[in-house]
């Protein structure tokens, strides 16, 4: 290569927004000399540097703009622990057709049972597959949508929560809402039914029991139930707090350690009930 056409390779990347392509072009080219590598061999090594920092990127930038409260992965997730959940089921939620599907996913069951972890895992794969996923709460939906409503720029508060391609709603039914909330979330449940977007939402609340969270409205509560569950998978987990488990277990080997004299009666005391 004569050395302005050298120059041109290195200003050319620069110019066309291939930077990581740039910055990998000397040790490549040393590279290619040393082993004898072929033109097109030369080019998928350039081309291979810069998707797949770019593709880092973007999945970086979904977990941001999906605003996760915290990280959980399904693999972390411990099947022995909650008998209650299906690993095949989750298995086939993880190849995200319920996306394409437009099905809402309706994590249900007490506290601690691992609705938001298996929830929030789901998103995370949306997010490492270019999906646009969004998490809320429930009373932060309602706190943002009756906030934009009072400021005249609901319609622009709106189309956030229905554009991204799934929308996780979190904790339905852990505070009641007054009538304006709940018609609030309707509509975002209206909308997002019509588009085919779905929603996957964590509730410790029976069906029976979602008229209280629509302000007590049984008609409207049916209809965004009607809408939720026309195309849904519902996950029932009846089992075990996951951290009154780890508690108890603790609780269990303190005792065992204790009987088995390696632990005063003061260590004891000191850490049965944290
Ligand atoms: P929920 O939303 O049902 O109240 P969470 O998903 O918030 O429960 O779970 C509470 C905590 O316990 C989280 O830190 C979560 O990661 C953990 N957890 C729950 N179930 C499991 C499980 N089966 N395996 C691993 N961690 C779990
Ligand atoms: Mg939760």
């Known amino acids: 290569m004569s050395l302005l056409l050298e120059e041109t390779a290195k200003t050319g990347l620069e110019a066309l927004g291939l930077r990581v392509a740039r910055e990998t072009l000397d040790t490549a080219c040393q590279m290619a000399a040393a082993q004898g590598w072929s033109y097109s061999h030369f080019l998928g090594y350039l081309l291979e540097a810069e998707m797949s920092q770019r593709s880092r990127r973007a999945v970086e930038l979904s977990l941001q703009l999906a605003k996760l409260p915290y990280l959980k992965l399904l693999k972390d997730f411990d099947y022995s622990a909650q008998p209650g959940v299906d690993p095949r089921l989750i298995e086939e939620l993880s190849t995200l057709r319920f996306i394409a599907e437009g099905r809402n996913l309706l994590f249900l069951g007490p506290p601690g049972v691992g609705k938001t972890h298996l929830a929030i895992g789901l998103a995370v794969l949306a997010c490492q597959q270019g999906q646009r996923a969004y998490f809320t709460s429930a009373m932060e939906l309602s706190r943002r949508l ?129």
């Open 146 to 274: 009756s906030g934009a409503l009072a400021q005249n720029r609901l319609r622009q508060e709106m189309m956030k929560l229905v554009s991204p391609k799934v929308l996780l709603i979190d904790e339905v039914g852990h505070v009641c809402l007054d009538a304006t909330s709940a018609s609030l979330l309707f509509q975002v449940i209206c909308l997002r039914y019509d588009k085919n977007q779905p929603i996957p939402l964590t509730s410790n609340k029976a069906f029976s029991d979602w008229g209280e969270v629509f302000a007590g409205d049984a008609v409207m509560a049916s209809a965004a139930l009607d809408r939720l569950l026309h195309r849904s998978t519902v996950l029932n987990i009846r089992g075990e707090s996951y951290r009154l488990r780890e508690k108890r277990q603790a609780g269990l080997s303190l005792g065992e350690l204790a009987l088995s004299g390696k632990m005063s009666g003061e260590m004891l005391r000191g850490k049965e009930v944290n």
